[in-house]
C-alpha cells in the first residue's frame, strides 16, 4: 500500500521477517555474553592426576621447575578462581606456568603472570598464540605466597 508521500508501508510479512531478525541478534549476542561467562577456564581439580609448576625469579630470571605436592592444589586454585575473561588483556610479565596432567591423560598448560600485589591474579590457558585465552581472578600476592609455599613443600620431600 502506497501512502500520500508515496512511501510504501511495510507489510505484515516484513515486519516479522524484521522482528525475527532482531531476535535472533539479541538472542545470539546473549548466548555470546553468556557463555563466556560459563566458561570454565581451569580443568576441574578432581580431574588432576598430577600439577607441575615452573616459575622464573624475579631477580636472576632463574626458572625453578619443580611437582606441586597434592595438599597444595586447591590454594593455587583458589588464587586465581573465580575468574572472568580479560578481552583486552595487557603485556604482563610471565611469572610462571602449570602443566596439569588429567586422569584421562590429556594436559592443560597455564601460565602465570606477574601483576602487582593489590591487583587480580592472570592467566592465560592454553598458551597457542592463535588461540590463547586470557583470565583475571584471584589475587597476585597470593598466587606468589601459595606458589612459594609449594615450591618450599617440594623441596622438603
Known amino acids: 500500500m502506497v501512502t500520500e508521500f508515496g512511501t510504501v508501508l511495510p507489510t505484515r510479512r516484513r515486519r516479522w521477517w524484521i522482528f525475527g531478525l532482531a531476535t535472533a541478534l539479541c538472542v545470539g549476542a546473549a548466548v555470546w555474553f553468556v557463555s563466556d561467562l560459563w566458561q570454565r577456564p581451569l580443568p576441574q581439580i578432581e580431574s588432576i592426576e598430577s600439577m607441575e609448576a615452573w616459575l ?4 636472576s630470571g632463574s626458572k625453578f621447575q ?6 597444595h592444589w586447591r590454594k593455587i586454585y583458589t588464587t586465581l578462581l573465580p575468574a572472568r575473561r580479560d578481552h583486552h588483556a595487557l603485556k604482563w610479565a610471565v611469572l610462571g606456568g602449570l602443566e ?7 594436559k592443560t598448560v597455564v601460565a602465570l603472570y606477574g601483576l602487582p600485589a593489590d591487583s587480580d591474579g592472570a592467566f592465560s590457558t592454553p598458551p597457542v598464540n592463535a588461540q590463547r585465552r586470557y583470565f583475571r581472578g ?3 600476592a597470593d598466587l606468589r605466597a601459595a606458589l612459594r609455599a609449594a615450591y618450599e613443600a617440594a623441596q622438603d620431600r
Open 56 to 59: 622464573l625469579e624475579e631477580n
Open 138 to 140: 584471584g589475587n597476585s
Open 66 to 71: 619443580f611437582r606441586v605436592p597434592q595438599e
Open 100 to 106: 596439569l596432567t588429567l586422569w584421562d591423560g590429556s
